[in-house]
């Protein structure tokens, strides 16, 4: 059987049960997310989530600060170690780095992983600075997808600046056979965002880190989102957590408050993921989907 949903973004989990961020450029996550972020984040109690909520996930390794050959090994691990729930990884690397390039194919080739997750405010570096075309063009011409932080970003010294999707509509017009996401939903440009998915149909967006309840109403600036959901962009739009700074347990018993219709809420919640999941990590997710409808 295959898990009734399908988290796009799940972050990377190991033995360590909490994190402290005091004196760090990502202490401002302690104070939006709060215990809910920094404990109850280890594998284990990941995937114990995970199966309880009968849900499978996708991790990409982050690279901010740390050696990126580092961040991509525990992925790789934790996705060998839980195939049934972790069934993709996505791969990182620095764009600042000489050997950039390098240790990204060394992930794909050697560890398994997929695509490249690249955040551009956290690195300092524009989302289609020159310094990342050769991983964008070898990611286009080898089928990996670029999964990129997009919106605000709570680190004291990074600007959100490079979160503009305006730069996501750069590299799809240079890159028209790749594949794009953008995560967390591009806040504060929620409608560019969408314009550009609408102009894009190679650009995806998941809404990681983002409470439902958030995204309706008049005063979240996120009103234009749900309607677009339904429409235009339904076949563009994935689940995700960003776990732990939403837990499922919250993010599935706020879902109605979106108010999909039944066809759109299933490609939001799984579909639309088990397409890209299919093509890019060769696996037949919507087949099976399909014949246990049947």
Known sequence: MTARYIDFRIRPADD????????????????VYGQEFTGGRSLDHLVSELEAYDVAGVMPAEREEDDPVAVNEPVARAVAAHPDRLIAGIATTDPRLPNALEIL?????????R???FQPGFLKVAANDP????????CQDNGHPVIVHSGINFGETRPISFGHPAALCAI????PRLTIVANHGGWPWVTETL???????????????????????????WQPVTHWMNTMVSDQVLLATDWPMI??????????HLGLSHESLAQYTRLNAAG????????????EMTKEAA
């Open 16 to 31: 360590a049960t909490s994190v402290d961020l005091e004196g760090t450029d990502s202490e401002g996550y302690t104070r």
């Open 247 to 256: 837990r499922h347990e919250r993010l599935l018993a706020e879902l109605h």
């Open 276 to 287: 890209l999941i299919d093509t890019f990590w060769k696996t037949t997710l919507v087949a």
């Open 115 to 117: 695509g490249w997750n």
């Open 105 to 113: 194919k060394h992930a794909h080739h050697e560890l398994g992983l």
């Open 131 to 138: 310094s990342a075309a050769p991983l964008v063009q070898y």
């Open 195 to 221: 314009a550009v998915l609408w102009k894009h149909r190679n650009v995806y967006a998941d809404f990681g880190a983002i409470a439902p309840k958030r995204m309706v109403g008049p005063k979240g600036g």
């Open 172 to 175: 799809a017009r240079a890159y």
